[in-house]
């Protein structure tokens, strides 16, 4: 293998790849980036079975193809080396069947080679029929969900955001079992209906490379992984084997009492209030509802106590008292881009449902905590 | 005590203060901040004997003195709740002797207080004569040289910068015995000698509060203590005793070979060339002198090697091989802001002098590590 590349493109390109190398694998070939050099162009691969991220670059963006090839070689280093060298024309040449120099005119790096045939056979094959969104909507429909699910290992599904696609709608959800954050889109698919789990981990580095916002990205939906392809990348994420929770039972479509509220006030009391909460204590803050106003209250016995009054916008003659993680409220506002947000409430122990007033496609569900 | 401020003013003040606070201090009266509000003016002050922090915010700029008094509360917490607390006036408000209420309309803190007289009796009075230097100035001296203390704590005196005034010269010094850093400056002054050492990390909690660069700080010199006076400011720390190693002998004053190179070639070769070094073997780096060109060598032999060439810009007829941490080089070279460095050597077991060929007020001294 022989080239000469542009340091930038080049470094563009592993900045991909890198994210589909584990920094604490210990098969050291997992920790390596594949290049495939063809008269098409550069192909530069990384894996490590359970997330893979191919990217290419065509013939027409390399200086020269002087040599076709492959070979395998520690990801992590080469990342830093061509991160690290000047802007401009780097020689990438196969000196010796296991060694790769690295060079421009005053620096020269030869790394140690892999063997290509220790490298994971990963097939990327795509499907016939994808499901195409827009990138944008994509990444915002993952960040309005993703953080709600388990970081336990214990129940792996709740480790994954729950994929459906049914009747033009699609639905993502995740929850940990202690909330759920559920978002619904139409989508324009003639597919058959779809119900998958990605682990978090794996999408949430999907997002990150979702940078061309008005493009699409394209799913490509097999039995045990799933393909994402946008411009020239493709990453390939596993799938969670198991049954979703049918989240659907627990969202109550009829409410004894709803409050609206600027989302601003609200997030930034229950911020304030939250100072003086416990992470052994699960964060605890009480909300009173009375004379159609809200009182938001917490403590720390030994370090004092907080009052935060929050503006009622709609008439509420009920009285009402539930307690829940300040935490957890905070993760679900942030997740509205709207001026209001409306809490809607059951009983003390039923599960606090939040939603936009004016759109009803997200859903943010908190469980409450009992307080004596 | 009961005053009400402009939220900005207090936080602004908090800023400083909050640094005196120690956030490991198992001693609670030493996380706390004590304030104390005259007809003049508001103090606030916070100490862990080994440091203190004095602010003061005049009259003029405290929106009304209701009741003067003074009071002793946690220092995280105030901190965190005036920075979260929207701009705007805050009240504050002794409402028993031991609870403070901190309240806007909407928002209402009350935080257990201390006892004031169990807060450190700290002396702060200033000498009658204290040396003045610019802010951007001193500043500048202590971050070319505090970073080569040392931050093993067997030999204290080496984890402070030494101070020195003699005939008009201000030298300071830090060294943690493999390297040392030294800058003098001309300085007008009619004090006796002085000959201290600061703690590098209370010199630190320092440099971050010199913000107004033009204005002068005051150094008032105690026998054991030092206090800084800029702005509305004062800081004490305390001095480390003990003395300190008389470098003065390690800096030859003859070089057997000299080169002069350009600074930022010389730094990023060495900061590529140390991706191929490990901290476990004191991230070696080899450097060769022939034929006038200076090469960079340095391998981990499982990963590979590499080779850089700068270009050495006076000429030199001899042959040199020396090794020494790329990590120290780098941090000496990052000190000077010329266009060129001169590497100075003897031998290859004898200390490497860096300067600036231009000016030789600043010394970087590196002792070189023993190849076989």
């Keep these: 293998m022989k080239l000469r590349i542009e340091q930038k493109k080049l470094l563009e390109n592993l900045n991909y790849v890198i994210r589909g190398v584990s920094s604490k694998n210990?098969?050291?070939?997992?920790?390596?980036?594949?290049?495939?050099?063809?008269?098409?162009?550069?192909?530069?691969?990384?894996?490590?079975?359970?997330?893979?991220?191919?990217?290419?670059?065509p013939s027409t963006e390399i200086e020269s193809i002087d040599e076709k090839g492959e070979l395998v070689v520690s990801g992590r280093y080469m990342y830093e080396i061509v991160r690290k060298l000047p802007s401009g024309i780097i020689n990438l040449e196969e000196i010796t069947s296991d060694v790769l120099d690295i060079s421009t005119d005053n620096t020269s790096f030869k790394l140690n080679c892999n063997l290509v045939s220790d490298f994971p056979d990963i097939d990327l094959t795509l499907?016939?029929?994808?499901?195409?969104?827009?990138?944008?909507s994509f990444k915002n429909i993952i960040n309005q969900t993703a953080f709600a699910a388990s970081l336990q290992e214990n129940r792996p599904v709740l480790t994954g955001i729950n994929l459906k696609i049914e009747d033009g709608t699609l639905t993502a959800t995740a929850?940990?079992?202690?909330?759920?954050?559920?978002?619904?889109?139409?989508?324009?698919?003639?597919?058959?209906?779809?119900?998958?789990?990605?682990?978090?981990?794996?999408?949430?580095?999907?997002?990150?490379?979702?940078?061309?916002?008005?493009?699409?990205?394209?799913?490509?939906?097999?039995?045990?992984?799933?393909?994402?392809?946008?411009?020239?990348?493709?990453?390939?994420?596993?799938l969670i084997n198991g049954v979703f929770p049918n989240v659907a039972q627990w969202?109550?479509?009829?409410?004894?009492?709803?409050?609206?509220?600027?989302?601003?006030?609200?997030?930034?009391?229950?911020?304030?209030?939250?100072?003086l909460t416990s992470e052994a204590e699960k964060?605890?803050?009480?909300?009173?509802?009375?004379?159609?106003?809200?009182?938001?209250?917490?403590?720390?016995?030994?370090?004092?106590?907080?009052?935060?009054?929050?503006?009622i916008l709609n008439e509420v003659n009920d009285e009402f008292v539930i307690a829940f993680s300040s935490k957890y409220m905070m993760d679900a506002i942030r997740t509205f881009n709207s001026e209001f947000v409306t809490l809607s409430f059951n009983s003390e122990v039923q599960p606090i449902i939040i939603r936009n007033p004016e759109d009803e496609n997200l859903t943010q569900l908190i469980v409450p905590i009992k307080i004596y």
Excluded: W
């Design 26 to 57: 210990l098969i050291p070939i997992l920790n390596c980036i594949k290049f495939e050099l063809t008269n098409e162009g550069l192909y530069l691969l990384s894996t490590d079975n359970d997330i893979a991220i191919k990217t290419f670059i």
């Design 127 to 136: 499907s016939d029929n994808p499901i195409l969104l827009e990138q944008k």
């Design 175 to 238: 929850t940990d079992s202690y909330r759920v954050a559920q978002k619904k889109i139409k989508i324009d698919t003639n597919t058959d209906n779809i119900n998958i789990v990605i682990p978090v981990r794996n999408i949430n580095e999907l997002i990150k490379m979702l940078n061309f916002e008005e493009d699409n990205v394209e799913l490509h939906i097999f039995e045990n992984k799933v393909i994402f392809k946008f411009n020239n990348i493709i990453m390939m994420s596993s």
């Design 251 to 275: 969202i109550p479509n009829d409410f004894s009492l709803s409050i609206k509220v600027s989302l601003n006030e609200l997030y930034d009391a229950i911020d304030r209030a939250s100072l």
């Design 283 to 311: 964060n605890t803050i009480k909300l009173e509802i009375k004379d159609n106003i809200g009182v938001i209250l917490s403590n720390i016995p030994e370090i004092g106590n907080v009052k935060e009054q929050i503006h």
